[in-house]
């Protein structure tokens, strides 16, 4: 693990130096603890089906995803998402 600001740590593989997860406090989301891994560093990632698109607010432009999933503006935003599906911001 390394600390790259007080309480935010990032891991990496040990023989090859791949970031694998994020952990630590949020800032932007009310202290809220969160522990991240990078999907693609898994060995069968089809097994980890999303059920919502967090963060949609900070989505590029250009880019989505084609599917009837609940999308929520950002992490803090409340309970109701604020649409379903790709596009309309």
């Known amino acids: 693990m390394f ?8 891991g990496f593989c040990g023989n090859c130096g791949t970031s694998l997860s994020l952990d630590g406090i ?8 969160t522990t991240e891994f990078h999907i693609s560093t898994l060995d069968n ?13 900070e989505r590029l432009p ?5 599917d009837n999933l609940p999308r929520y503006y950002k992490l803090d935003d ?3 998402p604020t649409h379903y599906g790709p596009g309309n911001r």
């Open 3 to 10: 600390e790259s600001s007080p309480g935010i740590s990032w």
């Open 26 to 33: 949020s800032k932007r989301h009310s202290g809220l603890h």
């Open 45 to 57: 990632p089809e097994n980890f089906v999303p059920d919502r698109h967090m963060h949609d607010g």
């Open 62 to 66: 250009w880019f989505d995803v084609a």
């Open 78 to 80: 409340g309970i109701e």
